[in-house]
């Protein structure tokens, strides 16, 4: 079992950037396949960005396309995600995530077996 935990959320303007980091425990992080997920409040929990174990490949929602980054450090066990030109809809709980499926599985859609335990993105307008 992967235990993940979120950091950097805070308050920013619109037009602004923030790095969310998700530091990772277990054997076999490495190994899977690492997402990134939002929870507005009053809506459901949505897909945002997946990465591969090497981190070669990256995959985002069309909402956050061209404006949020990810990638993976492996040898630090921890992930990132660069989010600038950041809107007040991106507004909600940001939650990193792992499956352990292969890519064929994950690509098509990502099901975490661990979830973080969340990190507040604030933006204003």
């Known amino acids: 079992q992967v235990q993940l935990v979120e950091s950097g959320g805070g308050l920013v303007q619109a037009g602004g950037s923030l790095r969310l980091s998700c530091a990772a425990s277990?054997?076999?992080?490495?190994?899977?396949?690492m997402g990134w997920f939002r929870q507005a409040p009053g809506k459901e929990r949505e897909f945002v960005a997946a990465?591969?174990?090497?981190?070669?490949?990256?995959y985002y929602s069309d909402s956050v396309k061209g404006r949020f980054t990810f990638s993976r450090d492996n040898a630090k066990n921890t992930v990132y995600l660069q989010m600038n030109s950041l809107k007040p809809e991106d507004t909600a709980v940001y939650y990193c995530?792992?499956?352990?499926?292969?890519?064929?599985?994950?690509?098509?859609?990502?099901?975490?077996?661990?979830w973080g335990q969340g990190t507040q993105v604030t933006v204003s307008s």
């Open positions: 995530a792992t499956d352990p499926r292969p890519p064929a599985n994950w690509r098509l859609r990502f099901n975490p077996i661990s």
């Open positions: 990465i591969s174990w090497s981190g070669g490949n990256a």
């Open positions: 277990g054997r076999t992080y490495s190994t899977y396949a």
